[in-house]
């Protein structure tokens, strides 16, 4: 069963937009991680935020922020007035149960052009 | 502090071969994991571990096989390799499994069966 979902495949943005990445996850745990990781076209991985299920305060880096929502099982990062260096793929990713098991949802590519 | 190390970066085997790839950390972590990332499927886990002697399977671990004699070194051996392990391989590690630590990834090993 599809555990983290990340319904956008494939989003394209003008530099200076803003843009946000959904990620919709499914657990019946009350104790979880989310993570946010960024995989640039070079091909690592970045890990990016981390929050637990206690939780829902809204982060902000610079201009990244992120939305916890426990209610809608959501956790959304937005990028304020984007730029041609967040072109990458970004994988949303819970860790659940005992924490041994890590589900990532299969990524959004975001595309930001000149 | 070199992080996770991979080898090889690329790798190309014919179906039936056996092969190893390795993965080395120096950050003392106890836990180690292998991914692979297919296009459209996100990073899916195929074996983990929790410390030197001590490994479990991910969601798809069929045709591979994992040791861990060490804290630093967590290799996984593909028996007889298949056109369906085709794929990237990512090695990652994290301080422990207790808590929701994020992981830190490998730059990846780029896998080709014919």
């Known amino acids: 069963a599809q555990k983290v979902t990340q319904a956008q495949t494939e989003i394209s943005v003008v530099e200076k937009e803003d843009v946000t990445l959904d990620c919709v996850y499914e657990?019946?745990?009350?104790?979880?991680?989310l993570f946010w990781y960024k995989q640039p076209p070079s091909g690592e991985l970045v890990f990016l935020i981390r929050?637990?299920?206690?939780?829902?305060q809204n982060e902000i880096s610079g201009r990244y922020s992120w939305n916890f929502q426990k209610s809608t099982s959501s956790f959304n990062f937005t990028i304020t007035a984007s730029q041609v260096v967040d072109s990458a793929v970004y994988f949303c990713?819970?860790?659940?149960?005992?924490?041994?098991?890590?589900?990532f949802g299969s990524g959004t590519k975001l595309n930001v052009k000149p | 502090n070199a992080g996770v190390t991979q080898t090889p970066k690329f790798q190309v085997l014919k179906t039936g071969q056996s092969m190893t790839l390795q993965c080395a950390q120096d950050?003392?972590?106890?836990?180690m994991s292998w991914y692979r990332q297919d296009p459209g499927m996100g990073l899916r886990l195929i074996h983990y571990s929790v410390g030197a002697g001590i490994t479990d399977q991910g969601e798809v671990p069929n045709g591979y096989n994992v040791s861990r004699s060490t804290t630093e070194d967590f290799p996984l051996r593909l028996l007889s390799a298949a056109p369906s392990q085709t794929s990237v391989y990512f090695c990652?590690?994290?301080?422990?499994?207790?808590?929701?630590?994020?992981?830190?990834f490998g730059p990846g090993t780029r896998l080709t069966v014919t």
């Open positions: 657990t019946r745990d009350t104790t979880y991680y």
């Open positions: 929050r637990n299920s206690f939780d829902e």
């Open positions: 990713a819970l860790a659940r149960g005992g924490f041994n098991k890590f589900y």
């Open positions: 950050m003392n972590h106890e836990y």
């Open positions: 990652a590690s994290r301080r422990d499994s207790r808590r929701g630590n994020e992981q830190y």
